[in-house]
């Protein structure tokens, strides 16, 4: 069965980074993208961006540009998000999902657990 | 503020037909498929509706997507307990070269 599964949680000072990763399991891993979604606390979801793992080829949100690097590592089926320079508003817990794309529409068909990170001093 | 509008909540008992609206724009509904996903307290988010109106194996039929013009609706017929959760309309922004989340829907069941 499809799985994804996140890192643990993490607290991180302000200005520091954060790479996440997300391991995939039960599909050809550069048939999918994945898609990098977060969640403020008692917030909605807010889409960061996503790769192509097929050809490592990222497309990103534009409130994150330049701060965000999205990668894989296609041999161990992971992918990571690397969020730098992050602030208190940054707290949030982020989720990786597959990215599944029909002819007029990708969405996100199975969903990581989550990674709660906390920006804190 | 999102780009995708939403009610913030919505409610009926076991049993009603609850209808959650999305309203948007040229730049993503009025040109590109609605998703809707299903998000349980405490657990990460779920496809409940893909393409505007299609089902992922799995999901009961109680669920029902539809789209017209800038606008999208999930339907819930026969509400049951376990649909007490927040729901998300998605689509992708042409404009924005992203994908954009409605605010999400709590739906609660009296």
């Known amino acids: 069965q499809v799985q994804l599964v996140q890192s643990g949680a993490e607290v991180k000072k302000p200005g520091a980074s954060v790479k996440v990763s997300c391991k995939a399991s039960g599909y050809t891993f550069t048939n999918y993208g994945i898609r990098w979604v977060r969640q403020a606390p008692g917030q909605g979801l807010e889409w960061m961006g996503w790769?192509?793992?097929?050809?490592?080829?990222?497309n990103y949100a534009r409130k994150f540009q330049g701060r965000v690097t999205m990668t894989t590592d296609t041999s161990a089926s992971t992918a990571y998000m690397e969020l730098r320079s992050l602030g208190s508003d940054d707290t949030a817990v982020y989720f990786c999902a597959r990215e599944n794309c029909s002819t007029s529409t990708c969405f996100s068909d199975y969903w990581g657990q989550g990674t709660l990170v906390t920006v804190s001093s | 503020q999102s780009v995708l509008t939403q009610p913030p909540s919505a409610s009926g008992t076991p049993g009603q037909r609850v209808t959650i609206s999305c309203s948007g724009a040229?730049?993503?509904?009025?040109?590109?498929?609605v998703n809707w996903y299903q998000q349980l307290p405490g657990t990460a988010p779920k496809l409940l509706i893909y393409?505007?109106?299609q089902r992922p194996s799995g999901v009961p039929d109680r669920f029902s997507g539809s789209k017209s013009g800038t606008s999208a609706s999930l339907a819930i017929s026969g509400l049951q307990s376990e649909d007490e959760a927040d729901y998300y309309c998605a689509a992708w922004d042409d404009s924005l070269k992203g994908h954009v989340f409605g605010i999400g829907t709590k739906v609660t069941v009296l």
């Open positions: 790769i192509n793992t097929y050809n490592a080829k990222s």
């Open positions: 040229r730049s993503n509904i009025g040109s590109e498929a």
């Open positions: 393409n505007n109106d």
